[in-house]
């Protein structure tokens, strides 16, 4: 079907919520015109499709058990079908190219890499480097793959001080040795040899933003604990705030006028599983302004009918956190509002959920459940 009427629904356009019909033709949002088919969406919210900017419960998939490991085409298929499930027709994969073996390893960012180019998907699927700043022994690999275009956002990450302090309490510490499929003793000493390396991470830093700002690629800092480590980043090039630990920190980045990430489970938990800043709160005071699943594909939606509902927020400035924003931070001006000319990228949502009825992704149903199924008449 190459052009879809959706019709009786509340229609989230950039002016507000309307009572409005929408066409989509050749993957995109139309003007106006015939359609070959129609979808009544009365009762529904007619939305823009979720722009999840960092995810990483894709891991899962690949190693849904320390050391059980499955091949990333398989786990990416899996993935997908939970991404378009929950509405989200753009994700950025929070891949992590880190000095650990196993799962975050330099092998395994090589095959998830190979498996996303494979073949073309229906959720739009991109890479959002999550670089370890220890992990000099990959970063040629990162660097060509930043220049040969199969990176779309960059993230510098620093947990290597934070694993070696873990790594004295045997329990924290198998978790990292367990992922990384090594005893703990042979983890630690690994671990030991590349916090050698700290005199060389700056000029790492250095070399690998150079690529992303040659590449043109938006980039971001991860768990800023301080404001002098944000505004380091910043001056590196990263516009982007990702989870900082500390309102103050995200409340420096807004400052100067940086897109500032938290995370929808901490809004659907009514706080951080770590303790940090609550995501709501700061959305609420306008310090944070995007929201991403970080670990959970279903709370994007919650969350942001979550804010709606709590008297600050009406639903197109929620509905923002998880889709215009997000766009906008990627620099991906093609989507995340309803417009004539932009990408068909729509989802239904029944608000007694709030639940997803059905997700359309590139102008074409990616996703339908069984109320879907009935409500539209598909045999």
Request: hydrophobic residues 45%; negative net charge; contains cysteine.
């Amino acid at each position: 079907m190459q052009s879809l009427r959706i019709t009786g629904g509340r229609v989230l356009l950039p002016e507000g919520e309307h009572q409005a019909d929408i066409i989509l033709r050749d993957g995109l949002i139309a003007e106006d015109g015939p359609a070959q088919g129609t979808i009544d969406a009365s009762g529904l919210l007619v939305l823009p499709g979720i722009v999840d900017i960092h995810g990483d419960a894709f891991e899962r998939q690949l190693q849904p058990r320390p050391g059980v490991d499955f091949p990333a085409e398989l786990a990416l298929r899996d993935t997908e079908a939970q991404l378009l499930a929950n509405g989200i027709t753009t994700a950025f994969h929070g891949v992590t190219l880190s000095w650990e073996p196993g799962l975050r390893s330099r092998d395994a960012w090589s095959a998830l890499i190979a498996a996303l180019h494979a073949r073309d998907w229906t959720c739009d699927m991109r890479v959002h480097l999550r670089w370890e700043a220890y992990n000099l022994d990959a970063l040629e690999t990162a660097i060509a793959d930043i220049t040969g275009g199969r990176v779309h956002l960059l993230a510098f990450n620093d947990h290597t001080p934070s694993i070696i302090k873990k790594l004295k309490d045997p329990v924290a510490g198998a978790k990292y040795s367990d992922r990384a499929g090594m005893t703990l003793d042979a983890f630690r000493d690994l671990a030991g040899r590349i916090a050698a390396r700290s005199g060389q991470v700056a000029d790492g830093l250095d070399r690998i933003g150079a690529a992303a700002r040659a590449a043109g690629l938006p980039m971001a800092s991860h768990d800023d604990d301080a404001i002098a480590v944000r505004q380091a980043f910043r001056a590196r090039g990263a516009r982007i705030c990702e989870f900082p630990m500390a309102e103050e920190v995200g409340q420096s980045a807004r400052d100067a006028g940086d897109f500032v990430v938290m995370g929808s489970p901490n809004v659907v938990r009514g706080r951080s599983h770590l303790g940090w800043a609550s995501a709501a709160v700061m959305a609420e005071a306008g310090i944070c302004n995007i929201l991403s699943s970080d670990y959970f594909y279903p709370a994007m939606l919650r969350a942001a009918m979550i804010l709606s509902g709590r008297g600050v927020f009406d639903l197109p400035r929620a509905w923002a956190l998880i889709s215009a924003n997000p766009a906008a931070a990627a620099g991906l001006t093609d989507r995340g509002t309803i417009e004539p000319g932009k990408r068909g990228d729509i989802v239904l949502v029944d608000p007694a959920g709030p639940t997803v009825v059905a997700t359309i992704a590139g102008g074409r149903i990616a996703h339908m459940t069984a109320q879907g199924v009935s409500r539209f008449g598909v045999a």
